[in-house]
C-alpha cells in the first residue's frame, strides 16, 4: 500500500516510488499482451509512441483498472477516479529515444490542473537503460516555457523545457524492478536519457484524475481534446463536469 512516507514525498517533492504494486500473475498477464501489442504495431509505430491503448483495445483499459493500481491512486486524488490517459513507451534494447525535459502539464487542457501519472515499470528501469528521471520539487512552479527540441537525442516529444529551467544536478533516477511505479505530479520536471543498453526498458504509463477535474474540449488545445474519451473507473462523478465514455 502507500504509506505515509510516499504521501509526504508526493505532496513536497512531487513524486514518489512504490514496489510491488501489481501481483506476479497481473504482470506477467500484462506484459505478455504489451509484448505482441509491440510486436504487432512495430510496422508502423516506433515502441515509445503507442498513446492511449486504453480507447482501442478493452484489455488496456482493464489492466488501467486493476484494483491493486486504484488503491494507490486513491489515497493521492480521492475515491472518484477517472481514467484521463494512457501510454506504452518501451524504448528497445539499443536503439530506445530519449525524452527531453518536459512538464506533462503543458500538454493538457485540464482545470485544475489535479492528475496524476502512475509510471508502472513492465520491464526492470535502471540508469543504463533510460529509466525516468524527476527533478525533485519542481512540481510546484507551475507552466514554464517549452521550446522546440532541436537535441539529436529527444525526439518522443517535439518540445522541451528551455535549458535554463533544468538544474541536472538536482535530478533524481527512478530505478524500478518489473511491477514497481512512480507516481508523479502533471509540472514535475521530468524526462530521460536514450536506451544504448542490451536490455528494453518498458513502461505503461496511465493518467488518473479526480473526477471534479474537467477536461476542456473547447479549449486551446482542442484538436486533441475535443473527443478524447474518459472513463469514470471507481467511485461517483459528484461534480458533472465531463462525460464519461463508460458511463
Ligand atoms: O517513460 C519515460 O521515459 C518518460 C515518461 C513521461 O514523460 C511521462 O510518463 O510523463
Redesign the pocket.
Given at each position: 500500500m502507500i504509506s505515509a512516507e510516499n504521501l509526504r514525498q508526493y505532496r513536497e517533492e512531487g513524486y514518489t516510488i512504490c514496489r510491488n504494486v501489481l501481483e506476479p500473475a497481473a504482470l506477467r498477464e500484462m506484459t505478455a499482451y504489451i509484448d505482441r501489442f509491440i510486436a504487432e504495431t512495430s510496422k508502423y509505430m516506433r515502441p515509445e509512441h503507442l498513446d492511449k491503448p486504453h480507447v482501442w483495445d478493452g484489455r488496456f483499459l482493464k489492466f488501467c483498472s486493476t484494483p491493486s493500481l486504484l488503491d494507490h491512486v486513491e489515497p493521492l486524488i480521492g475515491p472518484n477516479i477517472v481514467l484521463f490517459s494512457s501510454h506504452i513507451?518501451s524504448k528497445a534494447k539499443g536503439d530506445g529515444l530519449a525524452?527531453p525535459w518536459h512538464q506533462?502539464g503543458i500538454y493538457w487542457d485540464l482545470e485544475p490542473m489535479d492528475v496524476v501519472?502512475l509510471?508502472l515499470a513492465i520491464d526492470e528501469a535502471t540508469v543504463e537503460n533510460?529509466c525516468?528521471r524527476v527533478i525533485p520539487g519542481t512540481h510546484t512552479l507551475g507552466p514554464l516555457e517549452h521550446v522546440k527540441d532541436t537535441s539529436p537525442d529527444g525526439k518522443v516529444l517535439d518540445r522541451g523545457l528551455k535549458p535554463e529551467f533544468v538544474d541536472e544536478s538536482k535530478a533524481v533516477n527512478c530505478e524500478l524492478k518489473p511491477g514497481d511505479c512512480s507516481f508523479h505530479a502533471p509540472y514535475l520536471i521530468?524526462g530521460?536519457t536514450k536506451n544504448t543498453s542490451q536490455k528494453r526498458r518498458c513502461?505503461y504509463?496511465m493518467r488518473f484524475m479526480p473526477a471534479t477535474t474537467r477536461m476542456l474540449r473547447n479549449g486551446p488545445l482542442s484538436q486533441w481534446f475535443a473527443n478524447h474519451p474518459l472513463f469514470l473507473l471507481r467511485g461517483k462523478d459528484p461534480a458533472g463536469v465531463n462525460v464519461y465514455a463508460n458511463a
Open positions: 513507451i525524452v506533462d501519472t509510471w533510460g525516468m521530468h530521460s513502461g504509463t
